[in-house]
């Protein structure tokens, strides 16, 4: 059954889109970048006044793509409330498809953001397709489900804002002096 959504729903991850969205803009407008969010297919249901019933496509891609500096980049944006990031979050198309593109030479990732109770802002990091590439074959061996974040901490770089840039995820990349 395919979702529907209403215009004006919240769209879960909301808050680190408009984080990488503004970096993004900022990326673009310094000449620095080209990635740019991929919009999600829907197919509009009904139309009444300025309220837009739509429902979901199957979608077959991922938040973002784009280039830096003649590397192709590939990445999804992920959040968490609790102190694990679970795989489940990621389909599988989603993960086929940034092991095609790594398998091809592009640097593909995730960025994992975790709002947690009681902070005021949220820790962001930069998952390595490699990273994530361990846990998921893990989880197909009937491994563990999820990510803890002290491995997040403790392995992953964390991405912050810097030189003008709101979440410098290509500095946490290491594509970024």
């Not at 991850?13 to 999600?40: C, H, Q, V, W």
């Not at 784009?66 to 999804?76: D, N, P, R, T, V």
């Amino acid at each position: 059954m395919k979702k529907q959504y209403s215009r004006g729903h919240t769209n879960r991850g909301s808050k680190l889109e408009m984080l990488i969205n503004m970096t993004n803009n900022e990326y673009r407008s310094a000449g620095f970048a080209d990635i740019r969010k991929i919009p999600t297919p829907t197919n509009i249901a009904k139309v009444e006044g300025k309220k837009v019933e739509a429902y979901l496509d199957k979608a077959t891609w991922v938040d973002y793509s784009g280039i830096y500096k003649s590397h192709a980049l590939i990445f999804e944006a992920k959040e968490s409330t609790i102190e694990r990031f679970t795989l489940a979050n990621l389909v599988d198309h989603q993960y086929e498809l940034l092991k095609s593109w790594h398998k091809h030479g592009a640097v593909a990732f995730l960025i994992v953001a975790f709002w947690l109770k009681n902070k005021n802002e949220p820790e962001i990091y930069y998952l390595k397709f490699e990273q994530l590439a361990d846990f998921w074959e893990q989880k197909d061996r009937g491994g563990s489900k999820s990510i803890p974040i002290s491995y997040f901490r403790e392995n992953c770089q964390r991405i912050k804002g810097r030189d003008g840039f709101t979440a410098h995820y290509l500095l946490a990349a290491g594509l970024h002096e």
